[in-house]
T-cell receptor
Framework: DAKTTQPNSMESNEEEPVHLPCNHSTISGTDYIHWYRQLPSQGPEYVIH???SNVNNRMASLAIAEDRKSSTLILHRATLRDAAVYYCILREQGAQKLVFGQGTRLTINP | ETGVTQTPRHLVMGMTNKKSLKCEQH?????MYWYKQSAKKPLELMFV???????ENNSVPSRFSPECPNSSHLFLHLHTLQPEDSALYLC???????????????FGPGTRLTVL
């Protein structure tokens, strides 16, 4: 499985945008970039995924570099409820498994 | 009930006990998973079931025994566990599409297991 690298932790303020980076320099052409997050005392939840183009949904935006060696999860206006561990995961097209890394622990200050 | 539910939420057991964890998904999915999340370690995939058939065992010790009686229910039977098996055990489900792709996984809240 191609590997991803994320900062261990990040901190931001409520109502400000948050940019969570992920490096995946060994990504293959058929790897999708998935983001999940795990709120305290809960299981992970799906956030967003993409292949090449930037993606938007109600939770977040995903910006993918042109060479696909990095991506950024964007929370446009962070709330206290967004404090969680965010996981960036590569999953090959058609593959079933998710391989979780350590993720980034995001702290939101009031 | 909606989504993925797990019972019990907390479990304390001795090394000689036998207990079972239960997972139920109310999403109509055809794939289910068991994960283990130990302190300071990433989530580890333990077992995968597709259409009630086990398709992956990630070198899990035999003291963990999964059972999938139907597509909505998944059990993890525990016996003769060790203290290092203390962890959060998470169940997940997803949908396999006829086009050969899997949708996102939906996770339950987990069972916090402590082995004394």
């Amino acid at each position: 499985d191609a590997k991803t690298t994320q900062p261990n932790s990040m901190e931001s303020n409520e109502e400000e945008p948050v940019h969570l980076p992920c490096n995946h320099s060994t990504i293959s052409g058929t790897d999708y970039i998935h983001w999940y997050r795990q709120l305290p005392s809960q299981g992970p939840e799906y956030v967003i995924h993409g292949l090449t183009s930037n993606v938007n949904n109600r939770m977040a935006s995903l910006a993918i570099a042109e060479d696909r060696k990095s991506s950024t999860l964007i929370l446009h206006r962070a709330t206290l409820r967004d404090a969680a561990v965010y996981y960036c995961i590569l999953r090959e097209q058609g593959a079933q498994k998710l391989v979780f890394g350590q993720g980034t622990r995001l702290t939101i200050n009031p | 009930e909606t989504g993925v539910t797990q019972t019990p939420r907390h479990l304390v057991m001795g090394m000689t006990n036998k207990k079972s964890l239960k997972c139920e998904q109310h999403l109509g999915h055809n794939a289910m998973y068991w994960y283990k999340q130990s302190a300071k370690k990433p989530l580890e995939l333990m077992f995968v079931y597709n259409f009630k058939e086990q398709t992956e065992n990630n070198s899990v010790p035999s003291r963990f025994s999964p059972e999938c009686p139907n597509s909505s229910h998944l059990f993890l039977h525990l016996h003769t566990l060790q203290p290092e098996d203390s962890a959060l055990y998470l169940c997940a489900s997803s949908q396999y599409n006829s086009g050969g792709t899997y949708n996102e996984q939906f996770f339950g809240p987990g069972t916090r297991l402590t082995v004394l």
